[in-house]
């Protein structure tokens, strides 16, 4: 007899399941390679039988099996996938399925069955998968942008939500030094565009020096190659024919495909960039101005919550406003993250809220210690 401690195990699964089911089958929709679009469509029915058999479970223990609804998380993750590509979300699920790649391992229920080692074979595809993608030179901005923010780990979505906090953390802590100082209305409301202005400048810069090297990096890169190929066009072949080999082809096919490709160079030299270098001929790092234009308005967005208030009023009414309206952007920020940790939305938008408005605390301390020897 399945203890309540066991159903609510059953349930945990069964919801994790209907999960995944809901980001593979978006995944899938979105994907527009037909190969990799059918490899989201397998993952996403392996994880539909799982969800029936935690549905029997459930019946078994005499539980109710509600509706096979996503979570807010889930669902989230499949509105980015819909609308910016499966590869925007990538990321985030395959760290989630290494996470839980042992989770069925010690549960007695699924011995004997393959769900534990389907479970780990999902996380060798998606890792596999996130290998196979360009490295570091994709056009999308987002994949730029995520370079800025490595440390965090995970997703260019990330990334792209803490460049927002970029502005808004920064332009906070300033306008709040100065606030501090006693500086009346109209010096801190220059002060705050001042900051908005110069900071998300400074990214959009960033962003283009970033972009253009790496196209210019990519285009050495591809030069090299080419002059490679002329000199010694069968080395080259036996190279991709490694490639290939370790993809899954068998000597013989891969040394078919090779042959096959050398009557072509310019097929040749494609498949030596993709597979050798990691890099897409057709994108080369993507638009410089366009990463440049995403950087300053994602940098801009998070800056003007601060500054806002001094537009309308002054005073000590529009500093409670501005750490009011800022508050709130912090705890989105927080909890927007949340679609990529798994963490719940108040423990992430308040540990948000608290550090951001911690550091516009010292600013303004700051500040009134600074005005005050002034004066």
């Given at each position: 007899?399945?203890?309540?401690?066991?159903?609510?195990?059953?349930?945990?699964?069964?919801?994790?399941?209907?999960?995944?089911?809901?980001?593979?089958?978006?995944?899938?929709?979105?994907?527009?390679?037909?190969?990799?679009?059918?490899?989201?469509?397998?993952?996403?029915?392996?994880?539909?039988?799982?969800?029936?058999?935690?549905?029997?479970?459930?019946?078994?223990?005499?539980?109710?099996?509600?509706?096979?609804?996503?979570?807010?998380?889930?669902?989230?993750?499949?509105?980015?996938?819909?609308?910016?590509?499966?590869?925007?979300?990538?990321?985030?699920?395959?760290?989630?399925?290494?996470?839980?790649?042992?989770?069925?391992?010690?549960?007695?229920?699924?011995?004997?069955?393959?769900?534990?080692?389907?479970?780990?074979?999902?996380?060798?595809?998606?890792?596999?998968?996130?290998?196979?993608?360009?490295?570091?030179?994709?056009?999308?901005?987002?994949?730029?942008?995520?370079?800025?923010?490595?440390?965090?780990?995970?997703?260019?979505?990330?990334?792209?939500?803490l460049g927002a906090n970029d502005g808004l953390c920064s332009n906070l802590s300033l306008v709040m030094g100065v606030a501090g100082a006693?500086?009346?209305?109209?010096?801190?409301?220059?002060?705050?565009?001042?900051?908005?202005?110069?900071?998300?400048?400074?990214?959009?810069?960033?962003?283009?020096?970033?972009?253009?090297?790496?196209?210019?990096?990519?285009?050495?890169?591809?030069?090299?190659?080419?002059?490679?190929?002329?000199?010694?066009?069968?080395?080259?072949?036996?190279?991709?024919?490694?490639?290939?080999?370790?993809?899954?082809?068998?000597?013989?096919?891969?040394?078919?495909?090779?042959?096959?490709?050398?009557?072509?160079?310019?097929?040749?030299?494609?498949?030596?960039?993709?597979?050798?270098?990691?890099?897409?001929?057709?994108?080369?790092?993507?638009?410089?101005?366009?990463?440049?234009?995403?950087?300053?308005?994602?940098?801009?967005?998070?800056?003007?919550?601060?500054?806002?208030?001094?537009?309308?009023?002054?005073?000590?009414?529009?500093?409670?406003?501005?750490?009011?309206?800022?508050?709130?952007?912090?705890?989105?920020?927080?909890?927007?993250?949340?679609?990529?940790?798994?963490?719940?939305?108040?423990?992430?938008?308040?540990?948000?809220?608290?550090?951001?408005?911690?550091?516009?605390?010292?600013?303004?301390?700051?500040?009134?210690?600074?005005?005050?020897?002034?004066?």
């Amino acid at each position: 007899m399945a203890q309540p401690a066991d159903v609510e195990r059953y349930r945990e699964n069964w919801q994790d399941e209907v999960d995944s089911a809901a980001e593979y089958r978006a995944m899938a929709q979105s994907e527009p390679d037909p190969k990799i679009a059918k490899v989201y469509s397998n993952l996403a029915r392996m994880e539909e039988a799982h969800i029936g058999f935690w549905e029997e479970k459930l019946r078994a223990a005499g539980a109710t099996v509600g509706e096979r609804r996503p979570s807010w998380r889930s669902r989230a993750l499949a509105w980015i996938a819909h609308r910016l590509g499966a590869d925007a979300v990538l990321s985030t699920i395959a760290a989630k399925e290494a996470m839980d790649r042992n989770v069925y391992v010690k549960q007695p229920e699924t011995s004997g069955t393959r769900m534990s080692a389907q479970e780990q074979w999902h996380t060798r595809v998606l890792g596999q998968l996130i290998r196979t993608q360009p490295k570091g030179l994709s056009g999308s901005f987002l994949g730029r942008l995520e370079g800025r923010h490595r440390a965090v780990g995970g997703n260019a979505l990330r990334a792209a939500v803490l460049g927002a906090n970029d502005g808004l953390c920064s332009n906070l802590s300033l306008v709040m030094g100065v606030a501090g100082a006693a500086v009346n209305r109209h010096g801190i409301l220059i002060t705050g565009v001042a900051g908005l202005i110069a900071g998300a400048c400074s990214m959009a810069l960033g962003e283009w020096v970033s972009v253009t090297s790496a196209r210019e990096l990519a285009e050495r890169e591809i030069r090299i190659e080419s002059s490679e190929l002329e000199e010694d066009p069968k080395g080259e072949g036996e190279e991709l024919q490694l490639i290939y080999e370790s993809k899954g082809l068998s000597s013989d096919e891969a040394k078919r495909v090779v042959d096959q490709m050398l009557s072509d160079k310019t097929a040749t030299l494609d498949a030596l960039a993709r597979e050798e270098l990691g890099i897409d001929p057709t994108e080369l790092g993507g638009s410089a101005w366009e990463a440049a234009l995403a950087s300053f308005m994602l940098f801009a967005l998070g800056a003007i919550f601060p500054i806002v208030p001094f537009m309308i009023a002054g005073g000590s009414a529009a500093v409670i406003a501005s750490i009011g309206l800022s508050g709130i952007g912090l705890f989105a920020i927080g909890a927007a993250i949340t679609i990529f940790t798994g963490v719940t939305v108040l423990r992430s938008g308040s540990r948000q809220l608290a550090l951001g408005l911690g550091a516009a605390g010292v600013t303004f301390l700051i500040g009134r210690a600074i005005g005050a020897t002034l004066t």
